[in-house]
């Protein structure tokens, strides 16, 4: 990455960009600030050092006074590294010199060190911090001011200390040198950088520039009073005059809006001709909350009252970014949050003085073929879509390749792991044949008297990163990765990893999916979300996204107050009855042989090749109301049939969802003026109120299940699906009382 440089042990290794929203920007005169940033893990000796240095400050004449400002994640669990600020840096490996500063996970103590050719000396410690038991962020600020060394750390989202946690005077190093961030490896193999927010510096005594916290934009996106700006930055790929395709990217604003002279790029220009932005809604299905929710994200309208932008409309802009910023007047641009990132689906004109762009969400990528390749060989299959085999697949029908040498093929790539054919079956009977698992193909014995179906087990290892194993959210990971390319095996940037790791705690048992002809890659992740009791999108922020339908426990992502909700707007939209009965299908036959059964073949196994699955069931226990046979229009039994092999790991879903649906269940949605860019399908939010009998913590609590915002307005409307346990009396009814006047 241009903007940093990689030095000591980190030399040789590329600087990645793990989020970067927008370009590294100058925040005010003397210092500079940059978005998140990282490395990846080295192979090295524990002790070895690491950094990585603005560029922009080595030009600095002023850099021996500096500041640097980052954010570290920490948790009270052993570290693999320490990770810190770094000023006055010089040297090469076994020869480095600097000063840095850094939290120390095993304590929680802000050290003060200085390295003097390569050797490492504590120079003062703090009292120690509590960390909590999972990673949280902390701010650390680390200043060298002449003599005087200075650093502190909070955590992120409370106001900064006035205070320094640790101070001293050191003179044993003095000029200016590299400023940046510090590594030091602790356990062999594993030093890295891993940021989670950014890096800022200040030199010539300015102070490093902190952006707004979450909860200070929060409190000014509450302030109605407060005029909002947005900037977008939209893809678009144009043309020269020589007819040579040129992408840039149009930037464009509600309000004239130039970045700071300080900032880099400076005195960039964002034309203020935005008439209109998107608004942006997503919501899980009310009928199942599993799937794909339905997303909407509105049109860009910007002004061409005299023509001048008509080329605009045949420029190709299908496919292309557009990311979008919220703000405020006078507002730096690193200040600006970014609120949507999606895709140009369509250009058009919605006025004789307007151009119009329709936004959409990034599952458009996805709107493709998952199969890339074709069976082959000289059969009248040979230009139709290879078969894909997932995980483990009971009765699928393998497709001929070649009539000749009788081969055939049931995978379009390799098998990887402790894989195999299981069966081959002729009309249901078991025939030898001979596997070619390199290939996904085999070969039968003798010729075939009727349809020939296979049993396959891929690789089910939960390290598994081939597309072939199909197990918990390397299924998820794995599928996306064929589309989007997101990276090597096991790296998928492009994926919301905490939401998977809630989704995968609901998909660790055996699956098989088999996909014998075309299928859209979104059938084939429904597929998945589907059978695991959850739903899959991609939030605002362009990230992959999913997330299990359940009633959430304490702690909660979100806690919402009365203060926070608009009264008035609180309704319930859904009631759910208790249901009866869970019933989940498992061992999926993908073959349904109705007839067409050789006369040798049992009754148990005709019966087991024509059922479309087998059937579990799951009954919870009731109370009250709850009892089915006080609901008329109670569903007997829920069905749902899933990619689950075996009868343990259904019944288990079964049983988990049971517990759920088996009492009153609500969808119940509010206004409020929160920012829903913090916000996404399937977190978990607890209100404060106690309307409609919710009057215990564990009722007011739930999960979104759709989410509605008006970036002009700030009008936000959160729905959550909430579980109504509990007793609820008849205490204001009184009894009828009839006289003879209401008879006619």
């Known amino acids: 990455m241009a903007d940093f440089t990689s030095r000591w042990s980190f030399a040789a290794t590329p600087v990645v960009g793990i989020e970067i929203p927008q370009s590294p920007v100058n925040a005010d005169i003397g210092s500079y600030?940059?978005?998140?940033?990282?490395?990846?893990a080295i192979t090295c000796a524990v002790g070895v050092k690491g950094a990585l240095t603005v560029d922009a400050v080595d030009g600095d004449a002023t850099r021996d006074n500096a500041e640097v400002l980052t954010?570290?994640?920490?948790?009270?669990a052993t570290p693999n590294y320490s990770a810190g600020c770094l000023v006055r840096g010089s040297g090469a490996v076994t020869a480095e010199q600097g000063y840095a500063a850094y939290i120390d996970e095993a304590t929680g103590i802000v050290r003060i060190i200085k390295i003097v050719a390569g050797t490492m000396t504590t120079l003062a410690s703090s009292s120690a911090k509590t960390l909590a038991a999972t990673a949280q962020d902390w701010y650390l600020r680390f200043r060298a001011n002449g003599t005087t060394l200075s650093a502190k750390a909070w955590r992120y989202g409370v106001p900064e200390p006035t205070a320094w946690d640790v101070t001293l005077t050191d003179g044993s190093i003095t000029g200016v040198g590299f400023a940046g961030l510090f590594s030091r490896c602790l356990v062999a193999n594993n030093l890295s950088l891993d940021f989670p927010g950014f890096v800022s510096v200040g030199t010539n005594g300015e102070t490093a520039p902190r952006p707004r916290s979450e909860l200070e934009f929060r409190d000014w996106a509450n302030n109605d009073s407060n005029q909002r700006v947005v900037l977008c930055e939209l893809g678009v790929l144009g043309q020269t005059t020589g007819a040579v395709a040129n992408?840039?990217?149009?930037?464009?604003?509600?309000v004239p809006f130039t970045t700071r002279g300080s900032e880099t790029p400076r005195n960039q220009v964002y034309d203020?001709?935005?008439?209109?932005?998107?608004?942006?809604?997503?919501?899980v299905s009310d009928a199942t909350l599993t799937g794909r929710p339905s997303q909407?994200?509105?049109?860009?309208?910007?002004?061409?009252?005299?023509?001048?932008?008509?080329?605009?409309?045949?420029?190709?802009?299908?496919?292309?970014?557009?990311?979008?910023?919220?703000?405020?007047?006078g507002w730096r641009k690193w200040d600006f949050v970014r609120v949507l990132s999606g895709v140009v689906y369509e250009t058009y004109?919605?006025?004789?003085?307007?151009?119009?762009?329709?936004i959409r969400d990034k599952s458009v990528q996805l709107n493709r073929k998952l199969q890339t390749t074709t069976i082959g060989g000289s059969s009248a299959n040979a230009g139709a879509p290879a078969p894909i085999t997932f995980g483990k697949v009971f009765n699928a029908e393998a497709k001929l390749k070649d009539s000749a040498t009788l081969r055939y093929k049931f995978h379009d790539e390799t098998l990887a792991g402790s894989t195999g054919i299981t069966q081959v079956r002729d009309s249901g009977v078991s025939v030898a044949y001979t596997a070619d698992l390199p290939n996904g193909e085999f070969t039968l014995s003798a010729a075939p008297a009727g349809r020939i179906t296979v049993d396959v087990t891929n690789d089910l290892s939960a390290s598994s990163a081939t597309r072939a194993g199909l197990l918990h959210r390397n299924a998820l990971r794995t599928i996306i990765a064929?589309?989007?390319?997101?990276?090597?095996a096991g790296v998928y940037s492009g994926l919301r990893v905490g939401s998977l790791d809630l989704f995968g705690a609901n998909l660790t048992d055996q699956m098989g999916l088999y996909l014998p002809a075309e299928i859209n890659v979104m059938d084939a992740i429904d597929a998945v979300a589907k059978s695991a009791g959850g739903f899959w999108y991609f939030n605002r922020l362009g990230q992959f996204c999913a997330a299990l339908v359940r009633v959430p426990v304490a702690p909660f992502d979100h806690t919402l107050s009365v203060d926070d909700l608009r009264f008035d707007s609180f309704k319930i939209e859904k009631l759910f009855i208790p249901s009866d009965i869970e019933q989940l299908g498992f061992q999926q036959n993908f073959t349904v042989q109705a007839d067409g059964i050789a006369g040798s073949v049992t009754a148990a196994n005709r019966a087991l090749y024509a059922a479309a699955a087998q059937y579990t069931t799951a009954a919870p226990s009731y109370s009250g109301l709850d009892q089915p046979s006080n609901h008329i229009l109670r569903e007997l039994p829920r069905n749902r049939d899933t990619l689950f092999v075996t009868s343990g790991a259904a019944t288990t879903e079964a049983t988990r969802m049971a517990a759920i649906f088996s009492k009153p269940c609500a969808i119940v949605s509010f206004e409020t003026k929160v920012n829903a860019a913090f916000y996404n399908l399937g977190e978990s939010v607890q209100i404060n109120t106690e309307r409609f009998g919710l009057t215990t913590d564990a009722?007011?609590?739930?999960?979104?299940?759709?989410?509605?915002?008006n970036f002009d307005t700030g009008k936000v409307t959160i729905s959550l699906f909430i579980q109504l346990a509990g007793v609820f009396p008849i205490t204001d009814i009184a009894e009828p009382y009839v006289t003879a006047g209401d008879f006619y």
């Open 699 to 709: 009722q007011r609590a739930g999960i979104i299940v759709a989410l509605e915002e």
């Open 296 to 329: 909407a994200y509105g049109d860009l309208v910007i002004k061409n009252e005299s023509g001048a932008r008509d080329d605009w409309l045949v420029w190709a802009c299908d496919g292309r970014p557009l990311n979008m910023f919220l703000g405020g007047l």
């Open 272 to 283: 203020d001709i935005i008439v209109s932005v998107p608004t942006f809604s997503s919501k």
């Open 247 to 254: 992408a840039s990217t149009a930037l464009l604003s509600t």
């Open 71 to 76: 954010i570290v994640q920490l948790s009270s």
């Open 33 to 40: 600030g940059y978005r998140t940033v990282g490395i990846a």
């Open 482 to 488: 064929d589309r989007l390319g997101f990276g090597a």
């Open 349 to 358: 004109s919605p006025a004789r003085d307007k151009i119009g762009f329709r």
